[in-house]
Nanobody, 116 residues
Framework: QVHLVESGGGLVQAGGSLRLSCAASGSIFRFNAMRWYRQAPGKQREWVAAMITSSGNTNYADSMKGRFTISRDNAKNTVYLQINSLKPEDTAVYYC?????????WGQGTQVTVSS
């Protein structure tokens, strides 16, 4: 059984920063990749960032490059998403995703609200 628990969301003013956490039940090296997605009200879920667990290589959606950073703490089985210079349009529920073979696992999401 795979459990992913996100935390770190909240209400923040525009221009601020947040670090979201995704704690996995067990080693993240079981997974092929760890990814972050987000879903804004009334919009489809969109991919934000990804990390290949074996290599640590990262990739970002074009619109996310520069302000978003995905990282990990292997000892804590945790993946992070640092978001800087937050904008009101970053308001969304942020979800952690783990890809294991052909299976996808999701956390429950953490709400990020950015006030102008």
């Amino acid at each position: 059984q795979v459990h992913l628990v996100e935390s770190g969301g909240g209400l923040v003013q525009a221009g601020g920063s947040l670090r979201l956490s995704c704690a996995a039940s067990g080693s993240i090296f079981r997974f092929n990749a760890m990814r972050w997605y987000r879903q804004a009200p009334g919009k489809q879920r969109e991919w934000v960032a990804a990390m290949i667990t074996s290599s640590g290589n990262t990739n970002y959606a074009d619109s996310m490059k520069g302000r978003f950073t995905i990282s990990r703490d292997n000892a804590k089985n945790t993946v992070y998403l640092q978001i800087n210079s937050l904008k009101p349009e970053d308001t969304a529920v942020y979800y952690c995703n783990a890809l294991w073979g052909y299976d996808n696992y999701w956390g429950q999401g953490t709400q990020v609200t950015v006030s102008s």
